[in-house]
Structure formats: C-alpha cells, structure tokens
C-alpha cells in the first residue's frame, strides 16, 4: 500500500528523515515505533502529502479520497457539534454535499457510539477534553470507511480505558483497511499491530513482522527472586562465562542474560545452587517490544 524509498526530510542542516525505505503490505496493521523526536509525525505528514520530501521517492497505492489521516492534535471549529463534525469529515470523504440518506445518518452515529461520544454527539466540541477530541478525531478518520488510514499518536492523550477502546478499534480494522499507526507507547504498538518499523534519529532501524523482531533480536533473558543475598547471587552469576551480564534489583530480583538458552537451561540451577542462596522463584522473561527496541537502538 504504501512505498517509500531514499526518503530524506531536512529542516536546515537537520535531517528528520535520513534514507527511509517504507513498506506498508496492505491490509495490514503497521506500527511506527519511536520515541519522540524520531522523525514519525514528519513521515506521516509526507505519505498525507502534507510535507514535501527534501529527497527520495513515495508511492502511496491509495487514491486521495482513499486516504484519512489523523493528526496528533485534531482541531475542529469549536461551534460545531460532535456529530456535525463526522458529518462533515463523511461529505468530504465521499464527495456528498450533506448526510441526506438513513444509511449516511446511522454510519454517523456507529462511529460516534465506536468513539465513546453518543451522550455528547449534540454539544458544541469547543466544550470538549482533548480525550474527547482525540476521540472525535477518530470517529472523523472512519466514518467514510478509508481503504488507507495514517493515525499518529491516536491514544496518546486518552485515560487506560479510552486507550483500551482505540486498541481495540484499531484491530477491528486490521483486513478491512491499511493502518499506518505511530506511537512511541511500544506497548500499544505490540499489542495490536502485525508489522512494526522502529524509527530513531530519522532513520528506520528495523522493518518486519513483529515477530521477527521479537524472537532475532532480544537477548534471552531470566528473572530469578531470591530470599536473600540477591546482590551476591547477581555478582556470582556475572563471572560465570555462559552469562552476558546479572543485575539484582528491588524485592530480592535478580535479572541474568545469558548468551543463549541452551547454555542457562544445562549450568544456571547448578550455578545457583553453588552460591547457597535461596531461591523464591525462576522464570525466563517474556521478549517485549520494549526490550527488542532498547537492544535494537542501545
């Protein structure tokens, strides 16, 4: 679906973008991961053709009236309703002068009640939260059913419960249409979309199936909890040579990478048994997406 190559952003001698090679399979729910700063709202701003690259190519699939997009902070004009806004982004999105037919008026109020905002759809949204107006946003983003949909930042200003609706939205979508989905909340991104690309300093690190990133680039990890003496246990376990490193943290936890599983699951309970303590609990750490990017931009 979308297709970018070379693709560079300077402001001044700054360079957003440094030589991205964007592929967006279509149908699928893509993650744009990176902290803040990383050149994200900039390379959706190009694929909207709302910025003017500084260098490369795009190609983008979808025809223009395909395309929605959602900024990081929506603005509507503050006199106007919540559901007089989504009707106006369903005119502009289908090319209709007004929301004339049944079917036009219930597509308005699905995604107002999808949005969490049917109790305010009928006050004025200069009266509404920025949750309620990322929310409004989202609703206008899907109303005219997009086959391409660029969401930056989407839950960003939401409570857990209201980031727990737009999640879920969002995977309702996944087959239906393209999402390109930006975040620098790495737990969102893992938890809703198939494809991931790590974006830092303007250069795209990392481009896949989420699972490739997960299972090739973090370095197995265990958690041990021990009652007492963890501070010994970490300093034991670091000199052994099949250990990359140990660190004991709060609550008697000890954290032990190891240079690979094999090796932890032959020497590590003869290693702890060495060391005379007493051990609460051991379990290998779950890969997160957090872990895979720290290892991935450290």
Known sequence: MIRTHGLVKRYGTHAALDGVDLE???GSVYGLAGPNGAGKTTLLGILAGLRKATEGEVTVAAETGEVAVLPDTPRFDPWLTG???VALALTLGSG???VTTREDAERVDEVLEQSGLTDAARRRCGGYSRGMLQRLGIASTLVARPSLILLDEPASALDPQGRREVLDLINTLRGHATVLFSSHILGDVQEVCDTVGILHHGRLLFQGPLSDLLVG????RY???VRDGADA???ALSREAWVSSATAAEGGIVHVEVRSLADAERHLMGALAATGASVVSMRPEEVSLERAFLELTS
């Not at 680039?217 to 197995?220: G, N, S």
């Open 24 to 26: 967006v399979p279509a």
């Open 83 to 85: 559901r007089e806004v």
């Open 96 to 98: 209709t002068h007004s």
């Open 217 to 220: 680039r973090a370095v197995p």
């Open 223 to 225: 958690e041990l909890r």
């Open 233 to 235: 246990v970490a300093g």
